[in-house]
């Protein structure tokens, strides 16, 4: 009974990887990405290029609901794929397609995340609404907003911002680095600050944390502000990238920023998130499409394969028969 | 009180040479006891002792390395788990709380009544439940609509007592009682063990654990001691007192003398301008209290009476960036200082189960573990470093904080708020379903705080622990009832007074 361990050494570096909640992501990930190269024939590297470079998109989003599901109290933001839109519309707007805007546009596109992420964290944490209808009603609002505005809004992004999201430097996407670089930032912010440390807390007891002087709301509005802003920046990128904001530009990373958080090792449940394992979930979600399409399967059978993946990912991380060291 | 005669009638279970391993550690090893029909016996033993292992081998939660248990003239292999307790006729209390805090209480009742079904289920469940609940403590106040959630964790101890008695598909005949008591206050324990008693006179058996050594001495007939896994004695408790269970337990007779010179300890008298300054006004008797540093004082009285609402309250007036008192329903508070908080409540209130210990310490204290947001390695591990060897825990602070003993678990809570060096260090029942050595730390720690200057309020049920205390609040309805000097605190006092004493007893204190 007294388990009487004495005390650890650092773990070998060998033990660390595979407990790591994110290994059946990354594995599921590399098998992909072999089998994508090998049907597409693309050349191994270029396959990897193009799909981190995509992927990032939901690396950005994938990391904000990563904190706001991480702080707990069944956190989720459902209102990312219109805080999307309604940035890359008035991101769009304000940049009209001149480079003497990208700035003040980019400002703008994450002053919109801000504002919603606001609202959201009045709602839940003041008015009291479970995140997932809070964040929803938020949405739905926003939507309305799209709709007005898009049908007279003609503005495009920068061709400065384009060329970030689509251009190459050597043999790396530029966007890609940004990405990677995005996700060190927030893995420290998570890992090695207070506020991360109170994240985490918060989403493994609130009533703990509380105690110990912390306040949960003030951490999880935080979360929510984080979530939005980062939601407003993508979309504004995104819009760089078609040429333009659409109104379905935002929508398939409503359930697929939660997905990647999942897939990723991070607890649904909050307290315990890992950051780089939204990269494992975004590439395998976005490699997986990328092999779909150029295997040429129906739209159908590309949805069952997706499925399907995620059950196996899920399954391989959570059995505990898998994850003996 | 004790049962006597119980070696007279029929053996209802027998244990044989069980043996359990936990990778390098023997747990249980070669244990035997035997337990007759009506009977009530205890296991008594540290944190660690192999006194839940044991426990579980033979309900059949655990599959055991060797031995036998017969139960009721059937014998079975303690090596094969078994999938239901309850069919063989066995009842459990567990240590940890288990019940879901989402449920009501009717319908908390109907998961452990298989028998209520139909429209009317939840009804069914909870007049079973209610009746039980009632004959077991009196008085209890629990209403069928409330959530599990919003009791207190002794209401909800009296719920999961109360529905390991209720009638089930195979009637019970033996009921295993993990810390069944470690949250109810002394009059709920002594109507529990009443009600035991006479479920006993029918012929229904149960085995005790609990670290309340004079609760067994007064109401179990026999008692198993355990030490590293091995039933090392067996005692009949009219004969034992707390010291020879103590010695029979192996604590050190360091131990015993320690505790014997604690409440002759005097503490040097702290100046009365010190900087923490702690009001505790009664609303309804006007009376005003004024705690100094340097003082511990503890909040009695039965569990339930506000206690919980006063140290909540210190808490959130510390803290406040708005000045002015905080309010419970009968107290205005104010506090002139910072606070750190201990809970009792460990799993819910206290541990944060994902980390390891070294985190679980640094939590309350990351502000001055960071500059300018970034946490510093090297000043966490510096401040855990420091307080490891105070506190005496096995193990590194690496170690997940789960795979810790719930004793164990409480020094590095204890270890959280002292590291954080407040005025006032607040404490919500902080010895709950620890051993006694274990407390013996936690007091030795309390007396060197409070000998450094810091204030200490420390609300705790068992009445006992409060004559470590300068002055002592009783509660009774949210009211302070009497103010008792340290030496005045005897349980006797205590007791009397919440129940008994009258508000007007306030006059004079302070």
Not at chain 1, 107 to 130: D, H, Q, T, W, Y
Request: contains cysteine; neutral net charge; glycine residues 12%.
């Amino acid at each position: 009974m007294t388990a009487t361990l004495a005390a650890p050494s650092r773990e070998p570096v060998l033990t660390k990887i595979t407990r790591s909640p994110a290994l059946p992501a990354f594995v599921g990930a590399l098998v992909i990405w072999l089998a994508t190269w090998l049907v597409s024939g693309n050349g191994l590297w270029g396959t990897l290029a193009i799909g981190a470079s995509v992927a990032t998109y939901l690396v950005m989003v994938g990391i904000g609901q990563l904190f706001v599901i991480t702080s707990g109290n069944g956190g989720i933001d459902l209102s990312v794929p219109f805080v999307m839109t309604i940035s890359a519309y008035l991101g769009s707007q304000v940049m009209n397609g001149d480079d003497g805007n990208l700035v003040l546009g980019l400002i703008v596109a994450i002053a919109v995340g801000i504002g919603a992420g606001l609202v959201n964290a009045l709602l839940v944490e003041v008015v009291g609404m479970p995140p997932l209808v809070g964040t929803l009603a938020v949405g739905f609002t926003i939507q309305t907003a799209i709709l007005v505005f898009s049908s007279n809004s003609t503005g495009v992004p920068s061709p400065g911002l384009s060329s970030f999201v689509d251009g190459n430097w050597g043999p790396f996407p530029i966007f890609a680095i940004f990405g990677v670089l995005l996700t060190i930032v927030f893995a420290v912010l998570l890992k090695r600050t207070s506020y991360g440390r109170r994240t985490e807390a918060v989403g493994q007891s609130a009533t703990a944390a509380r105690l110990a002087g912390i306040d949960p709301r003030l951490v999880r509005a935080a979360a929510f502000v984080l979530s939005a802003a980062l939601a407003g920046l993508a979309g504004i990128l995104l819009a760089a990238h078609a040429g333009g904001p659409s109104l379905e530009l935002g929508t398939p990373f409503q359930l697929e920023s939660i997905a990647v958080v999942v897939l990723g090792g991070s607890l649904i449940a909050g307290g315990r998130g890992v950051v780089p394992g939204v990269w494992a979930g975004a590439m395998l979600l976005t490699l997986l499409v990328t092999l779909v399409n150029v295997a040429h399967v129906s739209s159908a059978v590309q949805n069952i394969v997706e499925g399907l993946l995620i059950v196996v990912v899920l399954a391989v991380a959570r059995n505990p028969v898998f994850r003996k060291s | 009180m004790t049962t006597g005669g119980g070696d007279m009638s029929e053996t209802l279970l027998s244990v044989e040479g069980v043996t359990k391993r936990f990778g390098s550690t023997l747990a249980v090893d070669d244990a035997a006891f035997r337990l007759a029909r009506g009977e009530l016996i205890g296991i008594a033993g540290h944190n660690g002792a192999g006194k839940s292992t044991v426990l579980n081998v033979v309900t059949g939660r655990l599959a055991g390395d060797a031995g036998t248990v017969t139960l009721d003239g059937t014998t079975r292999d303690a090596t094969v788990p078994v999938a239901s307790a309850d069919a063989l006729g066995i009842r459990i209390v567990f240590q940890e709380l288990s019940l879901c805090p989402a449920l009501r209480v009717d319908e908390t009742a109907a998961v452990f009544d298989r028998s209520a079904r139909g429209t009317s289920w939840r009804t069914a469940a909870w007049n079973h439940l209610q009746t039980v609940l009632d004959e077991m403590f009196p008085g209890h106040g629990i209403r069928r609509q409330q959530q599990i959630r919003d009791l207190s964790i002794a209401r909800r101890q009296m719920i999961e007592c109360a529905a390991a008695m209720l009638p089930g598909e195979v009637p019970a005949k033996l009921v295993i009682l993990d810390e069944p008591t470690s949250s109810l206050d002394a009059s709920s324990t002594e109507s529990f063990y009443a009600y035991l008693h006479r479920r006993a006179a029918e012929g229904l058996s149960a085995i005790v654990t609990t670290h309340r050594l004079h609760e067994m001495i007064d109401n179990l007939s026999r008692l198993y001691i355990m030490r590293d896994g091995r039933i090392v004695s067996e005692e009949v408790a009219a004969t034992s007192t707390k010291e020879s269970l103590v010695a029979a337990m192996g604590i050190g007779g360091h131990e015993a003398a320690r505790e014997r010179t604690v409440s002759d300890v005097e503490r040097p008298p702290v100046p009365g301008d010190a900087p923490v300054r702690v009001h505790i006004g009664d609303r309804a008797t006007g009376a005003e209290i004024e705690l100094r540093a340097g003082e511990i004082i503890g909040l009695g009285g039965l569990e339930g009476h506000g206690q919980v609402a006063v140290l909540e309250a210190l808490a959130k007036a510390a803290r406040s960036r708005l000045p002015g008192p905080k309010r419970t329903l009968r107290q205005d508070v104010t506090v002139d200082g910072t606070v750190a908080y201990v809970s009792g409540d460990r799993g819910d209130r206290g541990i944060f189960r994902y980390w390891d210990v070294g985190q679980n310490v640094t939590i309350a204290n990351l502000k001055r573990l960071s500059t300018a947001g970034f946490l510093s390695r090297g000043a966490e591990r510096r401040l855990v470093d420091g307080w490891w060897p105070k506190l005496g825990i096995k193990g590194g602070p690496e170690d997940p904080i789960v795979s810790l003993s719930g004793g164990t678990q409480q020094k590095a809570l204890m270890a959280r708020a002292m590291a954080e060096d407040s005025d006032l260090l607040l404490l919500e029942d902080p010895t709950r379903g620890v051993d006694q050595s274990t407390k013996e730390d936690v007091y030795a720690l309390l007396r060197r705080q409070a000998a450094e200057g810091q204030c200490v309020v420390w609300y705790s049920t068992e009445n006992e622990e409060l004559r470590h205390c300068d002055r002592v609040l009783v509660f009774r309805s949210n009211e302070i009832v009497a103010v008792l000097a340290g030496s005045e605190a005897t349980e006797d006092a205590i007791l009397s007074s919440s129940f008994a004493g009258a508000p007007s007893s306030l006059s004079g204190a302070s």
